[in-house]
């Protein structure tokens, strides 16, 4: 029995997968839909239901500023562990 989603869920959808900076497999999967279904509402939807481009745009620089920003707190961890060792060694 084929489950049927409201049209609301189906530009949720749309919009996340073109959104989130996630793969499209990995949205498909959190959302608990086939890939060649959310591939197909993507295909089907409307203008109208996309995100504007700009939306678009700042949501990957947004995943870029998250990676980034990951990365540099670990290195700063990195960095505070190191000062800590080579303070204990000069004693």
Do not use: C
Request: proline fraction near 3%; aromatic fraction near 6%.
């Amino acid at each position: 029995m084929a489950h049927r989603h409201t049209e609301e869920f189906k530009r949720e959808a749309v919009r996340i997968a073109l959104t989130s900076g996630l793969s499209r497999k990995q949205v498909a999967s959190d959302l608990g839909i086939g890939f060649s279904t959310l591939s197909k509402w993507i295909q089907n939807s409307k203008p109208a239901d996309l995100p504007p481009s700009a939306d678009i745009d700042l949501a990957r620089e947004n995943d870029r500023l998250r990676k980034e920003n990951r990365l540099l707190m670990e290195e700063r961890d990195i960095l505070k562990k190191a000062t800590v060792f080579f303070a204990n060694q000069s004693k």
